[in-house]
């Protein structure tokens, strides 16, 4: 018998029995459509929580820091360290962390404590992932920049005037681009806020204030720089000399001593791609250095949102194996309402294998259909669920990693076409029992079967 003998008699038998056709696809569709939404809710959770550390932070980051606090003996981070990672396989960059506290000035406003300010290069930005969410960073022509973080923004007073932080001031608006605030590496005596003095009583001159143009402000949620400026490296290593010299001041001329000291507190490796930063992390840990990544972090919330996916999985899954007793059960009641034609068919000369194909043809038109009309309503609730899925359900939006404007649902091509080949063959699996009965009836029986 032909496939389309097959194909075209299948969908008379399915047509003459429409109702029971209809409820048994739409048991598929059912079972079909709930293991994709579910499904696409646990890949819609990964997703957004990888975009939301990637915007924080890059993931290819690894932060290595000293382990001396807790071994003595433990390696020091200073420039042999930083040669050591850069040879490391899969190590892009390493930077190193430069940081100066000092305050800044806008007007008449000063912050009302000490700031960190960091030195780094147009490339090193670039290589780290830094973004801002106004502005812009500064490039390698710009030498007397500044990139802020928003907290800084909301820290500005009158000099001496202490923040209330029940009722902190508002932020300040700058011109990007073309406001100016000035670096203050000045210290000031807590309750005149004047110039600290020497031992003799002197007022100690303060540095002079290098005047900045603020180029641009750090993301609102990207907590990690919300404390933090950033200098061009060359603005930056002329301040630190200028610090060090007024801080001999400050100390009576006494240097401090930086013997047996770790030369730099923190160093950044910048990893190649995201397959190695595992690899190249546990390098740095042999070395004996401590070290923490983004990556740590996101494979946690890997896990947690694989353990929700295969539970919501599940419950998708007990629908479609529910369809799949449906479509057994729509088979079997078929053969017995066809006996005599099977029996019939039989005694005209028909192929055991046609009569068997038969009904696993038609078992898997229901499987198939379901499985095509599931993927498209699947497609239309996922496109609801993202488009009002937020104002209905609201604060449960901080549980799918979706706060911040990411799909609540996402179903890659992918999955929808796994959802559609798995329908077809729980039809065509559901449909072998039935079509094996068929063969099995005795034609004499059969032709007797009223």
């Known amino acids: 018998m032909r496939i389309n003998d097959l194909l075209m008699m299948s969908i008379r038998s399915l047509w003459r029995r429409k109702l029971r056709t209809f409820l048994t696809i739409l048991g598929v569709v059912i ?7 579910m499904l696409s809710l646990g890949i819609a959770m990964d997703e957004n929580f990888k975009k939301q550390m990637q915007e924080m932070q890059s993931l290819t980051v690894i932060e290595v820091s000293p382990n001396t606090w807790s071994d003595p003996k433990a390696p020091k981070l200073d420039d042999k360290a930083l040669k050591s990672m850069e040879a490391i396989p899969g190590v892009q960059k390493v930077v190193p962390s430069r940081s100066i506290n000092a305050y800044l000035k806008f007007g008449k406003y000063r912050t009302s404590s000490q700031i960190e300010i960091r030195g780094l290069s147009a490339e090193e930005m670039e290589i780290l992932g830094y973004k801002v969410g106004e502005g812009k960073l500064f490039d390698k022509i710009d030498t007397k920049a500044i990139v802020l973080g928003r907290e800084i923004t909301r820290q500005f007073v009158k000099p001496g005037q202490q923040i209330n932080w029940n009722k902190p001031p508002d932020a300040k608006e700058f011109e990007l681009g073309e406001d100016q605030v000035k670096i203050d590496l000045g210290q000031y005596s807590y309750d005149t806020n004047e110039p600290v003095s020497d031992q003799d009583g002197n007022q100690i001159e303060v540095p002079r204030q290098e005047r900045v143009t603020v180029l641009g402000l750090f993301k609102e949620e990207d907590w990690e720089n919300s404390y933090i400026a950033l200098v061009p ?83 998708g899954g007990i629908s479609l194996l529910v369809a799949a007793i449906g479509i057994t059960n729509t088979m079997m009641m078929s053969i017995y309402e066809r006996t005599k034609e099977i029996g019939v068919m039989k005694v005209i000369g028909a192929k055991l294998t046609d ?21 498209t309503v699947s497609y239309i609730t996922s496109f609801l669920i993202n488009k009002f899925g937020a104002q209905v359900a609201g604060g449960m939006m901080s549980m799918m990693g979706s706060e911040g404007g990411g799909a609540i649902s996402i179903i890659p091509p992918w999955l929808a076409l796994a ?18 009965r068929a063969m099995s009836l005795s034609a004499l029986t059969a032709i007797r079967t009223e």
């Open 31 to 37: 079972g079909a459509t709930s293991i994709i939404l």
């Open 419 to 436: 959802a559609l080949t798995f329908s077809t063959v729980i039809g065509l699996v559901a449909g072998y029992f039935p079509a094996k």
């Open 233 to 315: 490296l060359n603005l930056f290593e002329k301040l630190k000399e200028e610090q060090e010299r007024y801080n001999k001041k400050v100390n009576n001329g006494q240097e401090e001593n930086n013997k047996d000291k770790n030369k730099y507190q923190s160093v950044r490796v910048k990893v190649a791609s995201e397959s190695q930063v595992e690899t190249v992390q546990q390098v740095i840990k042999d070395l004996g250095f401590r070290t923490s990544s983004p990556m740590e972090y996101l494979n946690e919330m890997k896990k947690i949102s694989g353990g929700i996916q295969v539970m919501l999985g599940g419950i």
């Open 355 to 375: 009569i068997k194909k038969l009904f696993l043809v038609e078992a898997l038109l229901i499987g198939a259909l379901g499985g095509g009309v599931g993927v």
